[in-house]
T-cell receptor
């Protein structure tokens, strides 16, 4: 079955540690996105990538980094510079460029800073 | 920045009733999309309506778009307990390479 796989589903981090969230898709989509969701809030865009080896900052990129070395993979690193990293992180992909069409989402990764 | 704002923030209805959620946005759009999110899960795309369309149907869902008022509504007819979820609108403006999501409406359907 085609889809987006995020891992881990739950992650705990001590302050000062970097953590990497995995996102893999087998939909053959060019575009991939990372969103952050806080309780009772909408989604805010962290980073997006329209093509391999290229990515752009979203609205809240500070304290995060990404890479896009393969079409299927778009990992997100939450660095120690992110002041409030506890949140629900969602990865998505789309076949249409620049978010013009439907987004397909993974099941999310919940990060808690201890 | 939040482009879309849903109203109401929360809605509680009984099974069989219709549920209506509204979305308002600030700038001109190319399309508007509605998504559903079950608690603790990812979002699922429901329907996309383009700026030159006024109404669209998909099963029990009916979406309207009024570009003059910069607003959209999502109607779920004959609701079921399984419709309990949060519903988000998202807008694509064409100038920015991203969808911008609203804050969502939490729908509770009781038996």
């Amino acid at each position: 079955d085609g889809g987006i796989t995020q891992s881990p589903k739950y992650l705990f981090r001590k302050e000062g540690q970097n953590v990497t969230l995995s996102c893999e898709q087998n939909l053959n989509h060019d575009a991939m996105y990372w969103y952050r969701q806080d309780p009772g809030q909408g989604l805010r865009l962290i980073y997006y990538s329209q093509i391999v080896n290229d990515f752009q900052k979203g609205d809240i990129a500070e304290g995060y980094s990404v890479s896009r070395e393969k079409k299927e993979s778009f990992p997100l690193t939450v660095t120690s510079a992110q002041k409030n990293p506890t949140a629900f992180y969602l990865c998505a992909s789309s076949i249409a460029p620049r978010g013009a069409g439907e987004l397909f989402f993974g099941e999310g990764s919940r990060l808690t800073v201890l | 920045s939040q482009q879309g704002e849903e109203d109401p923030q929360a809605l509680s209805i009984q099974e069989g009733e219709n549920a209506t959620m509204n979305c308002s946005y600030k700038t001109s759009i190319n399309n508007l999309q509605w998504y559903r999110q079950n608690s603790g899960r990812g979002l699922v795309h429901l329907i996309l309506i383009r700026s030159n369309e006024r109404e669209k149907h998909s099963g029990r869902l009916r979406v309207t778009l009024d570009t003059s008022k910069k607003s959209s509504s999502l109607l779920i007819t004959a609701s079921r307990a399984a419709d309990t979820a949060s519903y988000f609108c998202a807008t694509w403006t064409g100038t920015a390479s991203k969808l911008t999501f609203g804050t969502g409406t939490r729908l509770q359907v009781t038996l």
